[in-house]
């Protein structure tokens, strides 16, 4: 099994800085994609950034020039840079990797079990 956890969440003012990291575990053979997603009260779940494996990169308009998103394949760990938040950063955010395990030719979604971000104004 994969195990995927979310930490470095909190409650930063606006105009603030967080860094949030994501270490996958477990049975893990190769970790393709990974990716940060955010859901806020009465939202849906939105993509935030993700990174491929040769850490090809990709954001939402909405964090662009603020977020940096970043991963270390030797410790399957993922990072999310969070620069001049906003309060409607406010969000639980998640980890998503993609995953192939040991004795298995196809790739899994795992998903964290979240993190609160909350930008005050």
């Known amino acids: 099994q994969v195990q995927v956890v979310e930490s470095g969440g909190g409650l930063v003012q606006a105009g603030g800085s967080l860094r949030l990291s994501c270490v996958a575990s477990?049975?893990?053979?190769?970790?393709?994609?990974m990716g940060w997603y955010r859901q806020a009260p009465g939202k849906q779940r939105e993509l935030v950034a993700t990174i491929s494996i040769g850490s090809i990169t990709n954001y939402a308009d909405s964090v662009k020039g603020r977020f940096t998103i970043s991963r270390d394949n030797a410790k399957n760990t993922m990072y999310l840079q969070m620069n001049s938040l906003k309060p409607e950063d406010t969000a639980v955010y998640y980890c998503?990797?993609?995953?192939?395990?040991?004795?298995?030719?196809?790739?899994?979604?795992?998903w964290g079990q979240g993190t609160q971000v909350t930008v005050s104004s």
């Open positions: 998503n990797a993609r995953v192939v395990r040991y004795g298995s030719t196809y790739q899994h979604d795992y």
């Open positions: 477990g049975s893990i053979f190769r970790m393709n994609g």
